[in-house]
């Protein structure tokens, strides 16, 4: 079998990539925005409890199983999580405490890293920009290898 040649820039972004995946580098600054936790009206540990959210989350990692981020599917004894996108302490009304909509799927390794900067009283307001450059670099990697 012959070896594929990719054009350089292809190989810089899987190289970037997979850096990022393996956590041994991180997205500029710019694309991600921790905030630390604040104390609201609903305590996250009861929402998460709550029978309506673990249906939602259940929802979720069967409508999409693999990890936004780096597309790990499942385990066979353990699911995915399902991250709030809105963190449930900004939600004082509960309005989308157990909306779908507010859920992204991520392996556990990508739900602590990304979407809470490795403490998990943080948040990445910013998730799903981070998901869509991700996905836009997945992309420019398929369109340079055809």
Known sequence: MEAKEYPLITCHLLAALALVLLGCASLPSEHYDFVEGRQGAVSASSAHNRSDVRRAKRT?????????????PPSKIRRNDAHHTLPVSYDPLELYVADVDNLETLCRSCHFRWGHAGNWSRYNVNLIECIDKVDEARERIERNTR
């Open 60 to 72: 979720q990692t069967d409508m999409e199983p693999y990890c936004a981020i780096c597309g790990k």
